[in-house]
């Protein structure tokens, strides 16, 4: 566990001096290079390379995100990802080195935000941080600013307030990332969304190199309030279904 300084690099530290990220990781090369990329964005960090010491750490630094990998000592990323988000829900960031959407399912029913598949860019790191971190500031802007009524389409309801969803009463936990997705596809209920525009309004990307990760996302959402709810246009997007007028 090391514990670093900000940066000066002159890279916008403002925009994340006073934030905390914690990267779990047991390859030495690649805590070292992510820790130095966001060094360099501005953001103290700490990091651990094995599953005890990581929610050992989490608990005592409160960090503000996690960059989690999948595959380490002691215990998993998930077991990792799961005791820290029933402590305290924080954004995760997890890291597989497989392409395995099965496994990228799991790490998102756990409580993880985002993930990415090694190998990958620093660059994108760093992005992909900034971008969390972004959205849990909207998500904490949204839930102070009063909105009267919930929507409701059919069985599904979505109180934007206080970020819950309900199916048929029930309430159905949703990720920071999930509940962003389903309100975004029912701004516009029956419309298709791109893939691109889901990036672009969810996760503030400009590029479409991350339109797997809308599928998986997607996917996960669908396990939680029913596959019905969202219809798959091939070749072009997603719509969320409501029930006849």
């Known amino acids: 566990m090391e514990q670093t300084q900000t940066s000066h690099s002159g890279t916008a530290p403002a925009a994340g001096a006073q934030r905390r990220v914690l990267v779990v990781e047991d390859d030495p090369t690649i805590v070292d290079a992510v820790a130095a990329r966001l060094r360099a964005e501005g953001f103290l960090v700490q990091t651990a390379q094995d599953g005890p010491s990581a929610v050992e750490t989490a608990e005592a630094w409160q960090p503000d995100l996690l960059v989690l990998d999948v595959m380490l000592p002691g215990f998993d990323g998930l077991e990792v990802c799961r005791r820290v988000q029933a402590h305290r829900p924080v954004p995760v960031l997890m890291l597989t080195a497989r392409d395995d959407e099965t496994d990228m399912l799991v790490g998102l029913g756990v409580g993880a935000d985002d993930y990415m598949t090694k190998p990958f860019s620093m660059r994108e790191v760093a992005a992909r941080v900034h971008v969390l971190l972004r959205r849990v500031e909207r998500a904490a802007l949204a839930a102070s600013t009063p909105r009267s009524g919930v929507l409701r389409l059919g069985e599904l309801e979505v109180d934007h307030a206080q970020r819950r969803v309900r199916v048929r009463g029930e309430d159905v936990h949703l990720t920071p990332?999930?509940?962003?997705?389903?309100?975004?596809?029912?701004?516009?209920?029956?419309?298709?969304?791109?893939?691109?525009?889901?990036?672009?309004?969810?996760?503030?990307?400009?590029?479409?190199?991350?339109?797997?990760?809308?599928?998986?996302?997607?996917?996960?959402?669908?396990?939680?309030?029913g596959a019905e709810r969202i219809r798959t246009v091939?070749?072009?997007?997603?719509?969320?279904?409501?029930?006849?007028?």
Do not use: M, N
């Open 177 to 225: 990332t999930e509940f962003d997705l389903l309100v975004c596809l029912a701004g516009t209920p029956r419309a298709v969304l791109s893939r691109e525009q889901l990036l672009a309004e969810v996760w503030d990307w400009a590029d479409a190199s991350g339109t797997r990760t809308v599928d998986s996302h997607i996917k996960a959402l669908r396990r939680k309030i």
């Open 234 to 245: 091939h070749g072009v997007g997603y719509a969320l279904e409501t029930p006849a007028p």
